[in-house]
């Protein structure tokens, strides 16, 4: 009897335990199950939530393809320079030209040996609306590239659609001064270092504030032409901390020189381009000098002329950087 008791105890004690296991199995269970629903029906309510991520990721993915077609996009700028990608194929280091186009050995004078003919169209003292926008449409139309020797002082947010022009029509951006004013910058002739390489950083400002900070011009011109000054080796000497390099031209159309010997015509002009060059050693490397300011009408209108010139002569057109 005894014996018997003590089995249905351990039977008893046996069953209670299965069924605590059993009942802990199904609590755990249920509590997954709860869980898992709610977040589910989290997703549901707040369906932004998971969406957020996955949006952030696509962000990541999307910025990155971005970035890539940034990079070969022709028409961005060349990072830290004066032209977008697609012109750098015809852009040439302007210290290289003017060296080439020196007029005699003591000034630096270097011999060009390569025999291509190419030939560098510079505006100088623009930007504005009247002349700048009428020279960029025959430009265009002769599919010829140039560079633009700005005057700082005229670089303001009115003219940045002339600006984006000349960068998006395949031409260089280049300096010219900031003021323009001879006084300034040669007192009795002789250079001034600082005044020179401050208005080369002030006119290099007011280009990036419209341009960007990737824009940098190394080009720059001396209102005037170096040619015509004394003692510009340390203001040469202060550009160049700056990286930047001058140059002159060894042709000119004529347009800004005094009344008694400007040219009146179109072919005047051409006549005194063709004229000025063969005074100058350098044949194969020509940069022509012309102005954009206003009032140069006649530069525009021998502008197609001008160019045809040089295209008959078998030169190809090139930018300065
Ligand atoms: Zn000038």
Partial sequence: MREDREIRRKRKRRRKLINSIILLVLVICMGA????????????????????????????????????????????????????????????????????????????????????????????????????????????????????????????????????????????????????????????????????????????????????????????RYPGGHMSWKELKPADDALESLGVHWIDWNSLVGDAEPKSRRPTTVQGMVDFANESLTYQSEQDIVVVLCHDAPGKQLTVDSLSAIIKNFKDKGYEFGILK
């Fill in 33 to 220: 199950f709860i869980v898992v629903k709610a977040v589910n029906s989290e997703e549901k309510l707040n369906p932004e939530v998971s969406q957020t991520a996955k949006n952030k990721t696509d962000k990541k993915k999307s910025d990155k393809k971005n970035e890539e077609v940034q990079k070969d996009d022709p028409n961005s700028l060349v990072k830290g320079s004066n032209h977008l990608k697609k012109a750098d194929k015809y852009a040439y280091d302007a210290k290289t030209i003017s060296q080439f186009i020196r007029p005699t050995k003591s000034d630096g004078y270097v011999k060009n040996t390569d025999t291509k003919k190419i030939c560098f169209l510079t505006f100088d003292d623009g930007p504005n609306h009247k002349i700048t926008p009428q020279i960029l449409d025959i430009l265009k139309e002769e599919k010829v590239p140039a560079t633009f020797f700005e005057v700082g002082k005229h670089i303001t947010p009115e003219v940045k659609d002339i600006l984006e022009r000349q960068l998006n029509e395949g031409h260089a951006i280049a300096l010219h001064s900031y003021e323009h004013d001879y006084t300034k910058l040669y007192p009795g002739r002789v250079a001034d270092a600082s005044q020179v390489k401050k208005e080369a950083e002030m006119t290099q400002k007011n280009l990036q504030d419209v341009l960007g900070k990737d824009f940098k011009s190394s080009v720059w």
